[in-house]
């Protein structure tokens, strides 16, 4: 049996394309849909109002690249 630092290590050696087809099936496999929590009503209304902000240029994107370069830092 493989340990998880062992499983880590070879996922992170995988070429760009292999890794993220990885890591989506790893997210579909957690079955977040199904799981027993609930966004409160404000949280929603907070993401609806955001989104819509984006959607009309009001508010911009950041990178991911960028923004892994931040929370790497911190």
């Given at each position: 049996?493989?340990?998880?630092?062992?499983?880590?290590?070879?996922?992170l050696?995988?070429?760009?394309?292999?890794?993220?087809?990885?890591?989506?099936?790893?997210?579909?496999?957690?079955?977040?849909?199904?799981?027993?929590?609930?966004?409160?009503?404000?949280w929603?209304?907070?993401?609806?109002?955001?989104?819509?902000?984006?959607?009309?240029?009001?508010?911009?994107?950041?990178p991911?690249?960028?923004?892994?370069?931040?929370?790497?830092?911190?």
């Open positions: 049996m493989s340990t998880y630092a062992e499983i880590l290590s070879a996922a050696s995988l070429p760009v394309q292999e890794r993220t087809e990885l890591a989506d099936v790893l997210l579909a496999s957690t079955d977040v849909d199904g799981a027993d929590f609930e966004i409160s009503a404000q929603r209304e907070e993401i609806a109002r955001r989104g819509a902000a984006y959607e009309r240029g009001e508010l911009k994107g950041i991911w690249s960028q923004l892994r370069g931040e929370i790497r830092s911190q």
